[in-house]
């Protein structure tokens, strides 16, 4: 049984700064990619940004230079800096892992409970 447990997240003010995190815990023998997909209200969920294994960084244009993402793989978890937060920032985001939870087996995804932002004056 593989978990995704997210943390951070809540209300900020336009042009400040959040951070989440994501701890992934159980079973794993290995980690493909992991990161954050977000969905505002009426919206489909979107990727944020994802690392890749061997330390690729994956955003989406609408985040690159203000978004960080970042992975501590001895921790399994995965950060989430933001800054210069806007209103359409707003939305649950999501945290994603796609992993394998044996040598041989295939890659499943997982994805955790969310957590919402909330960027408003």
């Known amino acids: 049984q593989v978990q995704l447990v997210e943390s951070g997240g809540g209300l900020v003010q336009p042009g400040g700064s959040l951070g989440l995190s994501c701890v992934a815990s159980?079973?794993?023998?290995?980690?493909?990619?992991m990161g954050w997909y977000r969905q505002a209200p009426g919206k489909e969920r979107e990727l944020v940004a994802v690392?890749?294994?061997?330390?690729?960084?994956v955003y989406a244009d609408s985040v690159r230079g203000r978004f960080t993402i970042s992975k501590d793989n001895a921790k399994n978890t995965v950060y989430l800096q933001m800054s210069s937060l806007k209103p359409e920032d707003t939305a649950v985001y999501y945290c994603?892992?796609?992993?394998?939870?044996?040598?041989?087996?295939?890659?499943?995804?997982?994805w955790g409970q969310g957590t919402q932002v909330t960027v408003s004056s």
């Open positions: 994603n892992g796609l992993l394998k939870t044996a040598r041989d087996g295939p890659i499943y995804e997982y």
């Open positions: 159980g079973s794993i023998f290995s980690i493909n990619r």
């Open positions: 690392v890749i294994s061997g330390g690729v960084t």
